[in-house]
Each structure stands twice: as C-alpha cells, then as structure tokens.
C-alpha cells in the first residue's frame, strides 16, 4: 500500500469525512488515495488559508479532528494564518504539508536547492502543538497516530506534518509498522480526582461565605465539551453567570442568571457585577486584558479562583496579573462534574435577593436602545436584534472579525442550542466565509455567517465554493464601505481616516455583483423598515444566499471601556 492510500484510510478510519486543501506536485497522491477511500471525500477551497480555515471551522462544529492538506511552499505556507488561529484558540487541526523530494533538497547551509523547499518545521513550530518531518515511510503510521493524539488531548490545538513527495510514493505494509501508544494518558493530563474534589470543596466554604459570588465562564467550557455540565453547575448552585465572547453562546440571553458579557467590549451591567462581586470562579476563561481590562484594578475586592487546564495559564497570573488566590489545573468537564457534586452535597445556592439585583442591574442598561428602531439607516445592533430573533435554535453561526464580532458579540440574544464561532484570539480578517463552509461540511445543516465587507475580499474566492456545492450558508455582509472599527481608533487618536475607506485608497466592490457573478441569490438591506421582511424571505430560501447589510461607516460600538478601567464605559 502506498503511503498516500495509507493517509486516508488512516483518516477515513478515524470518522474523518471531509478534508479540506488544495492539491499540488508535492501532495497529488494524497488527493488520489482520498478520491479512491471510501467513507471520506475532500472538499477545494480557492486559496490554502480557505482551506486552513475550513479544517478549523469544520472541526470546530463537528466536535473532532479537522484536517487540512497543502502542497509544498508557498501552499504550507499560505496556511500559517489559519493554523495559527486555531493554535491560538485550540482547534484540534492536522495540517498535511507536502515537501520537496529529500533526493533534491540541499543538506548545507545553501537557502534553498529544490524547487518550493523551505524550512516548514522551523516557520509551523512556535504555533503547534507538535510539528515533524516524516523521513522514513516507516514511521508514517507512528506519526500519524501521534499527531491525532496530542492534536485532541489536553488543551488541544493542531499539529503538522511534513511528508515529502518521495515518501508519499513509498510502498508500506502498515501491519507491520510501529503504531502510537498515547504516552499521556497515565501523564501529562492525568486528572487527580481526589485533588480536584479536594480543591471542589474548598470553593464551596468560600461560596457559603460570598453575598455577590460569580461565576465566570470562557471558551475552555466548549473545548472540553461541557456545555451540559455548566448549564447544571449554574442552575443548580443558581448563580449569576458573566460569559466571555468566547463562552457567550453558552446560556440563553434570556436566562435569568444570564449577566451579559464582560470586558472592555462588554456591558455596563455585567462589568458592575463583576468589578462589585467578591468571590469569582473563573472557569476556562484566560483572563486576559480584553476580559478584565486594566489587570490590577479587576475585581479588586473579590476572592478569585481559576479553572484551566494549561499550568501556564495559571502561571502567568503571577507575572501579568490579575491577582488570583486559587489556581486548579484541570480539565473543565472533569473539574465541573465534581464541583456539581460538592454543590449538591452541600446543598448551597446563591441568594434569590441577589439573583434579583443582579438581574434588575442588567436590564437597567441595555444595549438595545428604543431609538434604534426609528432610525432611517440600518443600526447594527437593531439589525443583530431582528437577526438573533429571527433564527432558529439550532442554528450554527460564523463571524469576521471587528466590527462584525463586537456587535454580536454585545447584543446578539443567543437561544439555549445556538452556537457561535469565530477567530476569538487571533481575529483574522477573512475567516468566516471559509469557516462556514467547513461548519457546513460538519454539521449539514443551516450556517449563518456574518462578515464585513472589508474581511470577506481577503477570502472572496471561496464564494466559488458556495456556488459549486449549494450549501445552506447564509452570508450576511456587512457592508459600511470600510473598516469601521480602525476608523474608530483613528477618531480616537484624531488622526484621520487612512486607509479605511473609499475616499481613503480602500476600493471595496459592489458585494452583490460579486455574488451574481458566482449565481448566488442576493437580497440587500438599506433602512431598519426592510430588516424583518427581507429576513424572513432569506431564511425561507433553500441554498446559499448572500445579503448585504448597508450600515453607514460612522456607526460605531455603543459601548466601550475607556482607559482599560471597566468601572468607565463610554457610549456612542
């Protein structure tokens, strides 16, 4: 068996069902043993960052392993944006790079000899998990194994591997080749049950004693997959919840626990709470200034305990800050169903008094304002209103970053069911679209994706996509002529709008032109009396459909730290 055949059926194997890349010299023979496996097809972006993307979206909704194959080069190398989004919010992805023939490539100090050699190993190490070179066809089977296994376990995140040209042509046996034995499972995440119950029980004499506890949850709830765990944590300890982006999607808007986001991006209500509370339980959340703006003034007053899996970002708080008084390192599925025991066992649960206040506090400032409604212009956050209202619970939603994030993630009215997906940390332009797609290919259902009109040119081929397979993706495009959320940093600095807009050498086109070169049906959006109808009609439409949301360039975000202090937000 060649080793190329033997790359699918390892993945076919391994419940992968879509894999994502774009052939070339280097890799053909992947996309031969791909085409001919049964139980796995591959899907072509137009670019490798597309496709890097779609592994990561894939991945993502599906739950598992995305797998993205490039060729050598400039094709490996045109996925570093894409691997290191996933890298930096811990998507299990497998990037399979092609490499010049070991035959021809130089073994001094010349830059390069064959043609597309370059170092991949050195440029994908600082963000993977793990990256190597398959030298020998015998160790294809060993590597393969290894890189699935670190790429899901622990705090997960992806991994790479090089397989030159030559070796995809050897012939193998796998029976006969050394397989991975995962060397962690009795190690590195090895859960101390009896540490975590230990640590469970000594957070709940703090919650006996705490009259404005929180409890605080991040992206972490998700990678561990323990959404069920924490919706049973919070109404049975009946707590008031804050939720980074990351985590917002996690209880419904409408839950009485439900506080709102938090941060420098989040809401008045929810930054009172956590700024006044004095016990905060933080649960895979990473804390950074985004969260807790200025670090030495977050939640000064409270006792704050961290849940995370990673030792170094637990460690870091030491250096960085905030102040934190307990650190648990462990995983937040594990960590979360022990905790719900010592609750019950201790039959403890918040105030309802100040379940209440906490509540009355968040709808004292909200977002929405009644004023929106009757402006003659689109306002983005009546226009996220009317959107979250009318979709279903099911739905699966993609967004760019900037503006497009910031607006869902403040006043989106996310249902118990929905989820929401985005580059939160490394917040490339261009992500969505692609990510859709790969969500599409995992889930089969309804994806929504939002994106300015800006983000979506650096990933406007994939549009071919949504062309040739006719998936249920609805994009929405955000279409303010620019990149709103530079220019409001620009007004800020009261330095000018440069190259932010048209007027200012920023040449968007006409998105919906675009779409009717692609045949995708396209609708448009001018003023908020058109947002309700032009929805319904969308979402009753089979197949992909693109929308252009015409938003003036001067809306903003209505609320926002200033000065990194979350006790002062601003609005428009």
């Known amino acids: 068996m060649l080793v190329s055949k033997y790359i699918a059926k390892f993945l076919a194997e391994n419940q992968i069902k879509y894999v994502f890349g774009i052939t070339g010299t280097a890799v053909n023979m992947c996309f031969v043993g791909l085409g001919e496996e049964e139980g796995i097809d591959y899907v072509c972006p137009m670019h490798e960052q597309g496709a890097s993307m779609g592994a990561d979206g894939y991945s993502r909704v599906g739950r598992h392993l995305g797998v993205a194959i490039g060729t ?60 190597n070179e398959v030298t020998d066809q015998k160790q ?26 030559d070796i995809l042509y050897a012939d193998i046996d796998p029976d006969k080749l050394p397989k991975y034995e995962d060397e962690c499972k009795q190690g590195e995440y090895e859960e101390n049950i009896e540490s975590i119950r230990k640590a469970c029980s000594f957070i709940v004499s703090k919650l006996k004693k705490a009259e404005k506890p929180i409890l605080l949850f991040g992206g972490g709830v998700h990678q561990s997959c323990a959404e069920e765990d924490a919706l049973n944590v919070i109404h049975k300890l009946s707590c008031p919840t804050a939720l980074t982006f990351p985590a917002r999607d996690l209880l419904e808007d409408d839950s009485k626990y439900n506080i709102g986001s938090i941060g420098i991006f989040g809401t008045i209500g929810g930054n009172k709470l956590v700024q006044n509370s004095d016990c905060i339980i933080s649960i895979g959340a990473r804390l950074d200034r985004y969260i807790t703006g200025n670090p030495c003034d977050f939640a000064k007053n409270a006792y704050k305990v961290v849940v995370d899996i990673d030792e170094n970002e637990l460690n870091k708080f030491d250096v960085l800050g905030p102040n934190v008084d307990y650190k648990i390192r462990a995983d937040i599925k594990a960590f979360l169903k022990i905790f719900l025991e010592e609750i019950k066992k201790e039959k403890i649960s918040v105030k309802e008094s100040y379940v209440q206040e906490a509540l009355h506090l968040r709808k004292q400032y909200p977002l929405l304002k009644s004023s929106y409604a009757i402006e003659d212009a689109v306002n983005p956050y009546y226009f996220v209103d009317r ?34 997906h985005t580059q939160f940390a490394y917040s490339a332009m261009g992500y969505s679209l692609p990510a859709a797609i790969g969500g599409y290919f995992a889930a089969k259902k309804r994806v929504i994706c939002i994106a300015g009109d800006g983000g979506l040119q650096m990933s406007i081929q994939e549009l071919c996509n949504l062309e040739y397979y006719r998936p249920d993706i609805k994009v929405f495009v955000i279409c303010n002529d620019g990149y709103g959320l530079i220019q409001k940093t620009q007004d800020d600095f009261k330095n000018g709008h440069h190259a932010t807009d048209r007027k200012h050498h920023v040449p968007l086109p ?25 929805l319904t009609n969308i979402l009753n439409v089979e197949g992909p459909v693109l929308c252009a949301v015409k938003i003036p360039i001067s809306k903003r975000i209505s609320l926002r730290v200033r000065g990194g202090d979350l006790d002062n937000m601003i609005g428009e």
């Open 387 to 420: 959107l979250s209202f009318a979709l279903r619970n099911d739905d699966i939603i993609f967004t760019d970053t900037g503006l497009s994030a910031i607006w869902i993630g403040q006043s989106f009215k996310f249902k118990q069911g929905q989820r929401w």
């Open 72 to 131: 050598s080069g400039p094709g490996a190398t045109n996925m570093v944006t894409g691997c290191a989004g996933a890298y930096t919010d811990s998507v299990p992805v497998l990037f399979i790079v092609g490499q010049a023939m070991q035959s021809t490539r130089a073994d001094n100090n010349t830059r390069f000899f064959a043609f597309q050699e370059i170092d991949l190993v050195s440029i994908f190490k600082p963000i993977t998990k793990y990256v």
């Open 140 to 165: 294809i089977k060993y590597e393969l194994g290894k890189a699935m296994s670190i790429a899901l376990r622990g705090r997960k995140g992806p991994c790479v591997l090089v397989i030159p040209e």
């Open 510 to 534: 006409d998105i919906v032109q675009v779409a009717n070169a692609y045949k995708i049906p396209t609708f448009e959006i001018s003023n908020n009396k058109e947002i309700d109808d032009v």
